[in-house]
């Protein structure tokens, strides 16, 4: 044998055996030194990062704006950066396929600087991939997936920060349930998760009573749904609860429709797309959602967020660009709060973070990567897009910062001097208190006959002077107590009481010895006409027959107030920190002298009906400065009760093309006059007032002063307009009565004195009024401008006047309101002090008077005596009111008597 072959065979094996070694040192080697992904990315975030990098992945398989969230919120942390660092972003699209998401999942979790991914909107998408970031510690958080199952016990970096289908099920659950739809169909994907869903529903819709008439099921990929929307048809239901995905639940929807299947269709978020209504197209309406963003909500991270996307993108952001942004807030906040990169430190961070504020409002995570504690809210389809429903805000009220999309803005002319409904006696207060305090009754907007509003029914004697209420057992106040006839028959009496010095104590005469209760002849309330017969029932006892009755038990005075508040604090009741009350709206804010907000009142029986949230009253002395807010977008509506609108602007508006549409013209039934001081020489001479009266050219003031927009007025009560006589103005008949006075050519004839409360309008009238005086009788006047309360007070006592502005706005459509109550000699305030026995007879005659046409004849009689024979008042003209309402108040109608019914308007949102 060769030894050198030996030695190299020796060599070999020894040389094989070394290499062997080698490999495994260097496979020991390359172990140690070859870390996993995660275990690099806890070593590069551990130390000080140069560079922060965020994944951000889209699913375009439909159209959001999350990019733009996203983008929105990283720009605005970079400005300061998080722990100083600066967010990189790393944008891809998974397009909704699993495959696609899975891959990039794959690739972002070997990169081992990426910190954390936002988005996978797509639930099965991101289901799929959770598995792979929770594998490799990748920190996730989806704005856009909504299925139970995304979320796991074990999972310790997967998030999400919106609510579960289950919690966004029950709201719309919650919803069938207040509008009364008790018996639903249920139709349904057969996909795993949406069919779960339908299971879910119908069991949670069972719980509370709910039947479920139908379940049909179909298969995502199908487009042709007739077969089972003709047997949906043959069912007997109020709704149908859909659960599916888009396309082919909006073609479904899209196909039932066409097939006059028209009930309400209750479906999820996954439908909450504007690619739902380029599916359905016209018939995407009445659609009903659960959505976890309203971005008309008063919260300052809503309105910023809102503020700064519209700014930046020019579009309203829609749910997704608010989570997305959330989502990117949330994680660059915890890393701020855990004062850490490290991911596994930012997770447990993320596991206990409470109250965190964004776009989309509060919220709190929980253990397992889901949230608590989340306001949601209700949209229902257009044909177009969806509208808010059922709106409640959240934020506190900022009376500086107006939120123009949810808030109705009213000007008015002068400040609010009370809101107490027992002393509310001004056009504005009337107005608030309708928003705030239910009456028995309300008006039909269509005809003015009294409707049910807190009493649910009533019924009247035969001989009209007994009528008995039923009350609605569903009205509370605001602080949840509920209403109850006690708290009516304490009004009325509070209301009679000297001491509270009711301005509309009067109309409350008509009870049974109401009178006399207030001046103290009968100090036993028990004998005033109203009588309690249980909570929920209460009888009124009249002094004359009222066939009217109903109509007045609707107004103000008649209210039921909250004793246990009043009496707590009786003079401070109103105030915001005190007030109760139990109307579609609840005081929010109150600026006086500058504003008052009114928010919508969520104990309101109707309250999901009530469609504007938020209403300001913004005070406006100047009208030209109305029309210019008017102009400028600032307010809503201008003019009736409200600011009115410059008289130099009335004709160009009704002609101008861009405004002329939004120009109403409306009757009311109010009087413009001036009261005289029958006891205050020289106008306590009948003959004086009656050359006044005659001289007064009132074709001429309408034409110059008012444009021609109001009706010549011969007499002072308008429903009364056939009484008056053809033409009242003959200045020289008039200048006969001032010399059979004693006063030829208006010689010796002292001044007097013009007083109204002001404003330009009043103003301008007065003096046409003094200018008439002047050149057909040669009569001087001074003017005499009073501001709101010295009005008040000079009608009430100084009366250091010879004439005052008197104008009148019906209470409650019946004569009596205007004749008896205001100038009957002996039970009213008698406001121009006159004592005249014909006008008396004809009144109580009137009061004993049941036929309506026997009473008119009566009523014409004392207009007759009121404003000719004896002439205690000087009426001008009959209003009209002159309206600029802009084109987003929605189902906008006037109401001449009482206050607007804001609650039957809407806005047009975003």
């Not at 500086?400 to 000007?411: A, G, N, Q």
């Not at 074709?699 to 011969?714: N, P, T």
């Amino acid at each position: 044998m060769d030894n050198r072959f030996f030695l190299r065979k020796k060599d070999k094996t020894h040389i094989l055996r070394c290499m062997i070694i080698g490999c495994f040192v260097c496979v020991l080697c390359a172990c140690d030194n070859t870390q996993k992904p995660s275990d690099l990315r806890e070593n590069y975030y551990s130390q000080s990062p140069e560079d922060v990098f965020i994944a951000i992945v889209d699913s375009s398989d439909f159209q959001s704006q999350f990019i733009e969230g996203c983008k929105l919120a990283i720009n605005e942390i970079n400005q300061l950066g998080v722990l100083g660092k600066t967010i990189h972003p790393l944008y891809y699209d998974d397009k909704g396929a699993i495959d696609t998401g899975k891959a990039i999942a794959k690739k972002l979790s070997q990169n081992s600087k990426v910190l954390a991914v936002i988005g996978h909107n797509n639930s099965d998408v991101a289901v799929s991939t959770s598995i792979i970031y929770e594998k490799n510690k990748l920190l996730f958080i989806s704005p856009g997936t909504t299925v139970s199952d995304f979320i796991q016990n074990q999972n310790q970096y997967i998030f999400r920060n919106i609510p579960s289908n289950e919690q966004l099920t029950l709201k719309l659950i919650e919803y069938a349930n207040r509008n009364a739809l008790t018996n639903i169909a249920v139709v349904f994907d057969t996909d795993t998760i949406t069919s779960q869903l339908a299971n879910f529903f119908i069991s949670e819709f069972r719980k509370r009573s709910g039947q479920i008439v139908a379940t049909r099921s179909y298969i995502s990929w199908e487009t042709n749904f007739k077969h089972i929307i003709k047997e949906i048809k043959q069912v007997d239901c109020d709704a149908l609860f859909i659960s599916g995905n888009l396309p082919s639940a909006a073609i479904f929807i899209k196909q039932a429709r066409e097939m006059d299947i028209n009930q309400t269709i209750l479906s999820t978020n996954a439908l909450d797309s504007m690619t739902f209504f380029q599916l359905a197209g016209q018939k995407a309406k009445n659609v009903v959602l659960p959505t976890y963003f309203d971005p008309v909500q008063p919260l300052e991270e809503t309105r910023s967020f809102v503020n700064n996307f519209i700014q930046k993108t020019g579009t309203s952001p829609d749910a997704l660009a608010a989570s997305g942004y959330d989502a990117i807030l949330l994680l660059a906040t915890t890393i701020e709060k855990s004062g850490s990169f490290v991911p596994e430190e930012i997770a447990a961070t993320l596991h206990l973070f409470e109250d965190f504020r964004g776009a989309t409002g509060k919220i709190s995570m929980n253990m397992n990567g889901g949230i608590t504690n989340k306001n949601l809210f209700i949209k229902k389809s257009t044909a177009e897009d969806f509208q808010f429903v059922e709106r409640n805000f959240l934020g506190e009220v900022n009376p500086y910062e107006c939120v123009k999309d949810f808030t109705l803005r009213i000007p008015i002319e002068e400040s609010i001097p009370t809101i107490d409904p027992g002393l509310t006696d001004n056009v504005t207060s009337i107005d608030i208190v309708e928003q705030l305090f239910l009456g028995l009754t309300d008006y039909d907007p269509k005809n003015y006959e009294p409707v049910p509003e807190l009493a649910s029914s009533w019924t009247a004697s035969p001989d009209y002077q007994q009528y008995t209420f039923y009350l609605r057992n569903d009205v509370f106040w605001t602080d949840g107590k509920p209403v109850t006839a006690y708290d009516i028959q304490w009004a009325i009496l509070r209301n009679l009481n000297k001491e509270t010095d009711s301005p509309y104590v009067y109309t409350l005469y008509i009870l049974k010895n109401a009178k006399e209760y207030h001046e103290g002849l009968h100090v036993n309330p028990s004998t005033v006409g109203v009588t309690v017969i249980h909570n929920n029932c209460i009888t009124f006892h009249l002094n004359k027959p009222a066939p009217y009755f109903p109509s007045m038990a609707g107004i103000w005075v008649f209210r039921p107030l909250p004793r246990h508040v009043i009496e707590k604090a009786p003079k401070t009741w109103t105030s915001l920190e005190n007030i109760v009350s139990n109307g579609s709206y609840k005081l929010a804010a109150w600026e006086k002298g500058l504003m008052m907000i009114l928010r919508k009142n969520t104990t309101y029986f109707d309250q999901k009906n009530v469609l504007i949230p938020e209403v300001r009253y913004l005070i406006v002395s100047d009208g030209r400065h109305g029309m210019e807010m008017y102009l400028s977008g600032e307010i809503d509506i201008l003019g009736g009760n409200y600011l009115k609108i410059p008289l130099n602007f009335i004709s160009d508006i009704s002609l101008n093309p861009d405004y002329k549409e939004q120009y109403f013209q409306k009757d009311i039934f109010c009087s413009y006059a001036f009261a005289f001081n029958t006891q205050k020489f020289p106008v306590d001479n009948p003959l004086i007032r009656k050359a006044i009266n005659a001289s007064i050219d009132r074709k001429r003031l309408i034409q110059y002063i008012l444009k021609g927009k109001q009706e010549v007025a011969k007499n002072f009560t308008p429903q009364l307009a056939q009484c008056g006589n053809n033409e009242i103005f003959d200045p020289v008949t008039a200048k006969k009565w001032l010399e059979q006075a004693g006063y030829p050519d208006g010689k010796g004839f002292p001044e007097i004195i013009i007083a109204y409360n002001e404003s330009q309008t009043h103003e301008l009238i007065a003096r046409g009024v003094k200018d008439c005086l002047n050149y057909y009788l040669n009569i001087n006047v001074s003017l005499k401008p009073l501001t709101w309360e010295n009005y008040i007070d000079s009608l009430k006592s100084t009366r250091d006047w010879h004439l005052i502005r008197y104008g009148w706005c019906a209470d409650y459509p019946d004569p009596n309101n205007w004749l008896n109550e205001l100038f009957h000699p002996e039970k009213s305030e008698n406001v121009t002090q006159w004592n005249n026995q014909e006008f008396i007879e004809l009144m109580n005659s009137v009061d004993q008077t049941i036929n309506f046409t026997d009473r008119i004849q009566l009523y014409c009689q004392a207009e007759s005596i009121l404003c000719e024979k004896a002439c205690a008042v000087l009426p001008i003209y009959f209003e009209r009111s002159h309206y600029l309402i802009h084109p987003r108040v929605k189902g906008w109608y006037h109401m001449p008597l009482g206050g607007q019914q804001i609650r039957n308007w809407s806005l047009k949102y975003f």
